[in-house]
């Protein structure tokens, strides 16, 4: 069969510390259209809750590679749910230090506490990094998905965390480029001895009295 | 050399299947010296002590196979130490102080379902 070929995408990450950073996301500057995913890693309460409930992004990161200084609430993250924004979880620093694996599962688990399972796991961009060591680094899908169960997410959401969260955040990104919505339609072969078949029984009775 | 990771996972078996194999190979960067089968074998026991403790490297597992060429191994475990294994082979990074990585091709309760991986066919 034909394979589609692979589309490159960009995504950019912003590391908010405090809330003038976050101007540059409020502002339409033509800089921030160039990108397909914008994500932003909030170091702080405040800005946590500003990031779920009003910053236009697509990807809220969490961070694993220290404890967290805040802890999760709910409301916040039932907006950016229903907003359709998806947290980040990654798992390079997992594969590299035991300290940082301690930190990674205790707030993957604390956040599944709160938002139950409508969370996306993606790895690190440490591909960037060094030749040798860049591509050991990532690991299969499946591998991936059954970390998430560690996570704890069920099965369901483990599987949906590297599939189909990350499509639906692509698509979020692309509505965000556009003004109202973006609508995906897939080509479905039809079967044409279908069409003589559907006449409703009860029309049928009424033309034969 | 790398190949192409492609892994497997069937739907969890019946409480009454007691094992569960997968077949999993390593990568390493090119130039190290490969491990040997008891090498191996204590690598993942290592793994399972370092992400699961005492209790994840006493989970018993066995190596049923392992070819030294491609570095790829068929391992046993008890269904209910499946995620554990699985996780902990995931997640070890160094072996003497290099970096690694484990790939799970394919995991099944039957060791027949492993002679044929459906993933590697290929549409005409």
Same mark, same amino acid.
């Given at each position: 069969?034909?394979?589609?070929?692979?589309?490159?995408?960009?995504?950019?990450?912003?590391?908010?510390?405090?809330?003038?950073?976050?101007?540059?996301? /409020?502002?339409?500057?033509?800089?921030?259209?160039?990108?397909?995913?914008?994500?932003?890693?909030?170091?702080?309460?405040?800005?946590?809750?500003?990031?779920?409930?009003?910053?236009?992004?697509?990807?809220?990161?969490?961070?694993?590679?220290?404890?967290?200084?805040?802890?999760?609430?709910?409301?916040?993250?039932?907006?950016?749910?229903?907003?359709?924004?998806?947290?980040?979880?990654?798992?390079?620093?997992?594969?590299?230090?035991?300290?940082?694996?301690?930190?990674?599962?205790?707030?993957?688990?604390?956040?599944?506490?709160?938002?139950?399972?409508?969370?996306?796991?993606?790895?690190?961009?440490?591909?960037?990094?060094?030749?040798?060591?860049?591509?050991?680094?990532?690991?299969?899908?499946?591998?991936?998905?059954?970390?998430?169960?560690?996570?704890?997410?069920?099965?369901?959401?483990?599987?949906?965390?590297?599939?189909?969260?990350? /499509?639906?955040?692509?698509?979020?990104?692309?509505?965000?480029?556009?003004?109202?919505?973006?609508?995906?339609?897939?080509?479905?072969?039809?079967?044409?001895?279908?069409?003589?078949?559907?006449?409703?029984?009860?029309?049928?009775?009424?033309?034969?009295? | 050399?790398?190949?192409?990771?492609?892994?497997?996972?069937?739907?969890?078996?019946?409480?009454?299947?007691?094992?569960?194999?997968?077949?999993?190979?390593?990568?390493?960067?090119?130039?190290?010296?490969?491990?040997?089968?008891?090498?191996?074998?204590?690598?993942?026991?290592?793994?399972?002590?370092?992400?699961?403790?005492?209790?994840?490297?006493?989970?018993?597992?066995?190596?049923?196979?392992?070819?030294?060429?491609?570095?790829?191994?068929?391992?046993?475990?008890?269904?209910?130490?499946?995620?554990?294994?699985?996780?902990?082979?995931?997640?070890?990074?160094?072996?003497?102080?290099?970096?690694?990585?484990?790939?799970?091709?394919?995991?099944?309760?039957?060791?027949?379902?492993?002679?044929?991986?459906?993933?590697?066919?290929?549409?005409?």
């Amino acid at each position: 069969g034909t394979s589609k070929q692979i589309k490159v995408l960009n995504r950019l990450t912003l590391v908010v510390s405090d809330p003038s950073h976050c101007n540059l996301l /409020r502002s339409t500057s033509t800089n921030i259209r160039l990108y397909d995913i914008i994500a932003v890693f909030p170091k702080t309460e405040k800005l946590f809750h500003i990031a779920c409930t009003t910053l236009d992004v697509d990807l809220v990161c969490i961070n694993v590679t220290e404890k967290l200084p805040f802890y999760f609430r709910r409301p916040p993250v039932n907006v950016a749910i229903d907003r359709g924004i998806y947290f980040e979880l990654i798992y390079a620093p997992a594969i590299k230090d035991s300290t940082m694996r301690r930190y990674t599962i205790s707030n993957a688990i604390s956040l599944m506490q709160i938002c139950k399972g409508k969370v996306s796991s993606r790895r690190g961009n440490q591909v960037v990094n060094s030749n040798a060591s860049g591509p050991l680094e990532l690991r299969g899908p499946y591998d991936v998905a059954n970390l998430a169960l560690l996570f704890g997410m069920s099965e369901r959401d483990a599987k949906a965390a590297v599939s189909t969260n990350c /499509r639906a955040t692509l698509l979020h990104g692309e509505t965000r480029k556009s003004a109202c919505g973006v609508v995906y339609t897939v080509k479905k072969p039809r079967k044409v001895e279908e069409e003589e078949t559907t006449v409703p029984a009860c029309k049928k009775a009424k033309t034969q009295a | 050399r790398r190949a192409a990771p492609r892994a497997g996972r069937e739907p969890p078996p019946a409480a009454r299947e007691p094992a569960l194999r997968s077949a999993s190979r390593r990568e390493l960067p090119d130039g190290a010296a490969r491990p040997s089968a008891a090498l191996f074998k204590q690598l993942v026991v290592t793994a399972l002590r370092e992400l699961h403790g005492e209790v994840g490297a006493a989970l018993p597992v066995d190596v049923l196979t392992y070819e030294e060429k491609t570095m790829s191994a068929i391992l046993r475990v008890i269904s209910s130490g499946f995620v554990k294994l699985w996780s902990a082979l995931t997640l070890l990074g160094f072996y003497q102080n290099r970096r690694c990585a484990f790939r799970v091709l394919q995991t099944s309760p039957f060791l027949l379902a492993l002679s044929g991986n459906s993933r590697e066919l290929v549409l005409d």
